[in-house]
Structures are given as structure tokens and as C-alpha cells.
């Protein structure tokens, strides 16, 4: 246990490239650096969206303006091993940790340009809801089957 009470957990590491399934290459912008020279940290979690949605429309499970159940966010959290810079291309990996009924929980691994361990990784959690009431919805057979590809 830490001062908190809480019990001491082990700082995660950097995973390795062929720890991922699929791949979505993102590239930095000037916008996305801070004074300190490096990509700002609230940038992760944008990469994280673009290359789990981006992955959803290149494989036919999400039109963003027209489906009629999307995925919704619910939990996110990064840890960071090493710096992201401009100019480069981050390329993103993306790996399931589990499917359920209506929610899937990816791993999204974070390199600078082809390095071999991530800058950073982190969990995303989406529910799949319906557009209108927001409420959640099962998770088809033909998108659990595609989603199924990322899984271990």
C-alpha cells in the first residue's frame, strides 16, 4: 500500500510494436507543441479518437454523419515513456482487450515514426449507442465480427 491507502500499483511499461493489430499513421501538426519543444499531452488522447475512428470508418463500421448508432466514448487514460515531436508521423496501434455486448475496450499504442517500443499507451473505452437516444445497443454480429480482427 502507498501513503494513500491505495494498493501500489506497477508503473506500466512501453509495449512493443508487435504487441498491435492494426496500425493508423497520424501526423503531428505545429499546433499540437507546447512550449517545451514536445507534442502536448492532451494531444494523445486526440490521437487515440482519430486513429480508433479513423480505423471504424476505413473498415465500413462508422459513416460519422448518417449511422444510426455510433460509439461513444466513456473512459480514457494514457501513460507516457517518451516524447512525440513535430515534424513526424505518430503511428498508432490498436489492439482489443475486450468485447462485450455493447462496449469495446482498445489498447492504443502510441511510436514516433517506426520506432520499436511506444512514446505512450493508453486504454479507450467505447460504448456502441443509439445516435437519437443515446442510449446503448448491441453491438451487431457483422461489427463484432470486424472488431474481432483486433483482438489477441
Known amino acids: ?10 508503473r506500466p511499461r512501453p509495449l512493443a510494436r508487435s504487441f498491435f493489430k492494426a496500425f493508423q499513421e497520424i501526423p503531428t501538426r505545429w499546433m499540437d507543441v507546447d512550449i517545451y519543444g514536445h507534442v ?6 486526440s490521437f487515440f479518437d482519430t486513429a480508433v475512428n ?5 473498415n465500413g463500421l462508422l459513416a460519422p454523419r448518417t449511422s444510426d448508432q455510433v ?10 515513456f517518451a516524447e512525440l515531436t513535430f515534424p513526424d508521423v505518430v503511428s498508432a496501434g490498436l489492439r ?19 520506432t520499436s517500443e511506444t512514446a505512450a499507451h ?3 473505452v467505447h460504448v456502441f449507442v443509439d445516435r ?4 446503448s445497443v448491441q453491438i451487431p454480429d457483422r461489427t463484432r465480427g ?7
Open 54 to 58: 479513423g480505423w471504424y470508418v476505413t
Open 96 to 114: 482489443i482487450e475486450k468485447l462485450g455486448t455493447s462496449s469495446v475496450v482498445f489498447r492504443v499504442g502510441l511510436f514516433a515514426g517506426e
Open 71 to 80: 460509439f461513444l466514448v466513456v473512459e480514457t487514460g494514457c501513460h507516457y
Open 40 to 45: 502536448n499531452n492532451v494531444q494523445y488522447l
Open 132 to 135: 437519437n437516444s443515446r442510449r
Open 122 to 124: 493508453g486504454r479507450f
Open 1 to 10: 500500500m502507498n501513503s494513500t491507502g491505495y494498493p501500489q500499483e506497477e
Open 146 to 152: 470486424i472488431l474481432a480482427s483486433l483482438m489477441a
